[in-house]
């Protein structure tokens, strides 16, 4: 991992009033894989607290007595690295803007695990593809916390 930082260019102007919408409904927490996966935590008896902010890069879910985290990424704004990954996409448009600030998302993501285990916690990362099976994602879980 560099240390070197991205510029990122000025975002392009939204092209319509819709487009300006989509891009105003993305947001950084509650999204729709993280509550599937607080779901089945608390479906299997787990509690957990949301968004620590004393954590480098506020992880979504924590287990504080264990020293473990859950960090569920969207496929997209945090470039899954699986090839195969249908939600993994580029756009095809303003593509210096796009190529730029995904891949400083990444560099983000990679800073603030590696900060994270330095502090002494066990991360699990859970990507948006993978929380379509529930039976599979419950059983990842289980197999990273442990017994309740």
Same mark, same amino acid.
């Given at each position: ?6 510029? @990122?260019?000025?975002? *392009? ?11 105003? /409904? ?10 599937? =996966? ?6 299997? /008896? ?5 968004? &620590? ?7 979504? @879910? ?9 960090? =569920? ?5 945090? +470039?899954? *690295? ?24 990444? +560099? ?11 502090? /002494? ?9 993978? =929380?379509?099976? &529930? ?10 916390? /442990?017994?309740?």
């Amino acid at each position: 991992m560099s240390n070197e930082l991205i510029l @990122i260019p000025r975002p *392009p102007r939204p092209s319509s009033a819709a487009a300006s919408a989509v891009m105003r /409904g993305n947001v950084g927490r509650n999204t729709r894989p993280e509550l599937a =996966v607080r779901r089945a935590l608390w479906a299997l /008896g787990y509690r957990y607290r949301l968004h &620590v902010r004393s954590l480098p890069g506020k992880p979504d @879910i924590c287990f504080p007595s264990r020293r473990k985290l859950v960090l =569920v990424h969207g496929c997209f704004w945090h +470039q899954h *690295p699986n090839p195969g990954c249908p939600l993994r996409t580029h756009p095809r448009s303003n593509f210096a803007y796009w190529e730029a600030k995904l891949k400083r998302n990444a +560099q983000r993501d990679a800073a603030n695990l590696h900060a994270l285990k330095r502090l /002494g916690w066990r991360c699990k990362v859970v990507w948006e593809c993978e =929380v379509g099976s &529930v039976d599979r994602l419950r059983k990842s879980l289980v197999r990273f916390l /442990g017994p309740r």
